[in-house]
């Protein structure tokens, strides 16, 4: 099936299994907004405890903040978002259609990538065993056409980011021919910058209203607060603090479903360090967070790092960890070495110290920050295209049938377990009740009565649950039950008191951190 097809059906997969809501979906919905419905708010808060025990309990130098949305507005001039937090975008005059100029060039250079993975891809049919991909790909005349165009693309893209220079990125578009999606036409306006962020006002107008923005990142929350918790938790350099927060930014290009949202947490971490040894810190949180997302299981082939071509103006290093999508590798974590940039603007713009007394060096200096940066609702994207499975299997009465299941890590599924009685008479209903009464503190379990067993069996596979346990008559004899697992469809008889053990040991999230 091709990529663009399981990505849609994913999307309706989310909205029928309660994963996945456009917001305000019965106004017709509001652009780049969603809400999560029963199955994916229980996901998100497993994918953020996974993250925030990942940070806040397995490092003892790495203490916990919940900053508020609103914060003063100069906070906003200090961190360079009011002057420089923008997109270059350029309209297309036919279809009236607004695009960001850098992703239209970057689509530019994927068709170019998308070339060479074609004929890659064919001589792999063509040649079979004896592929050597390798030589193929040096040698091969249209292969060399491709990745040097993509080679002169990438330069003269990158200088132009660099430079600012948004007449450039217009050449560049006329130069590569760049029509618009929707008209078709190559009749371009000049490329400008736009704001991202989204502002509002705080207090009755008469009083003077403040224009106040909401945040476009968690990150400036922790920089303003870094000397409370340094200073009440008695924080020894070095020393990290986590937050998970709301963001927001009016994307201009929000497309993919919630990849690129105007509303969207993050998961963000800053490690204050000594100047001086930030980069080697870059490259240990950097090893870090890659073995997180592998820690997953979902195959050390799907992530790669991608180091940018163009720093941002706080940062001296900056990689991302990239997703294998069905769309496409793309960017899901950022990690970041921002130098002493954003204490010292604060410093400056606030007139207050922010320094650190390092009592080994017996002197203070303004510590520097390497940031770990995820979002939630990316990182939810990829746990769904990832365990979004279609399968053929023999159903009980032999004929061939399909089954969706989600393969969801055990740890992060939305319900671990459900409990089905064969049928609701001769005590079997209450007997279900029982156990889920035993075992609801534990773990999140769902009761259901309707429907064949194969039909419920189909539906909790649907939304990712790792075991069902069925009871029927030889349970009321003996109290035992089937458990069944969602992977291997396997069943086993087990005692009811061993439910708690068998199931503990998959789903709790000790089984991840043990890979870390
Ligand atoms: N404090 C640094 C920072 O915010 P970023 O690369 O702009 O860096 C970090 O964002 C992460 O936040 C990204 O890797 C992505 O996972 C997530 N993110 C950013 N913009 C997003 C959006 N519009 N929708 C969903 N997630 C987004």
Known sequence: MAQEDVFKKLVAHCKEYGFVFQSSEIYDGLGAVYDYGQNGVELK????????????????????LDSAIFMHPTIWKASGHVDAFSDP?????????????????????????DKIEKEVEKAKKRFGETFDEKQFRETNGRVLENQQKWNDLQARFVKALNDSNLDELKQIIIDQEIVCPVSGTRNWTDVRQFNLMFSTDMGAAADGAMKI????????????????????GRMKIPFGIAQIGKAFRNEIVARQFIFRMREFEQMEMQFFVRPGSELEWFQKWKQTRMNWHQAIGFGSDNYRFHEHDKLAHYANAAVDVEYKFPFGFKEVEGIHSRTDFDLSQHQQFSGKKIQYFDPELNESYVPFVVETSIGVDRMFLQIM??????????????????????????????????????????????????????????????????????KRYRRQDAIGTPFCVTVDHIT?????????????????????????????????????????
């Open 213 to 232: 923005y909401l945040r476009p990142e968690t990150a400036q929350g922790i920089f303003v607060n870094y000397l409370n918790v340094q200073k009440t």
């Open 45 to 64: 808060n497993n994918i953020k405890k996974y993250w925030w025990d990942s940070m806040v309990l397995l490092h003892e130098n790495v203490v916990g």
């Open 385 to 454: 295209a990832a365990s979004y499975s279609e399968e053929e299997i023999v159903s009980e009465d032999g004929k061939k049938d399909m089954r969706v299941v989600l393969r969801i890590p055990a740890p992060l599924a939305p319900i671990k377990l459900a409990v089905l009685p064969l049928m609701k008479k001769d005590g079997l209903a209450e007997k279900a009740r029982e156990i889920i009464d035993d075992l609801k503190f534990d773990f999140n379990c769902q009761y259901d009565e309707k429907d064949s067993i194969g």
């Open 476 to 516: 009321m004899e003996d109290n035992t039950v089937t458990i069944r697992y969602r992977d291997t469809m396997l069943q086993d008889r087990v005692a009811i008191s061993d439910l708690k053990n068998i199931i503990s040991g998959e789903v709790s999230l000790k089984k991840l951190f043990a890979k870390l």
């Open 89 to 113: 975008l350029i309209d297309n005059k036919d279809s009236k259609k607004r695009y960001r100029a850098d992703v239209l060039i970057e689509e530019q250079l994927a068709k170019f990538e």
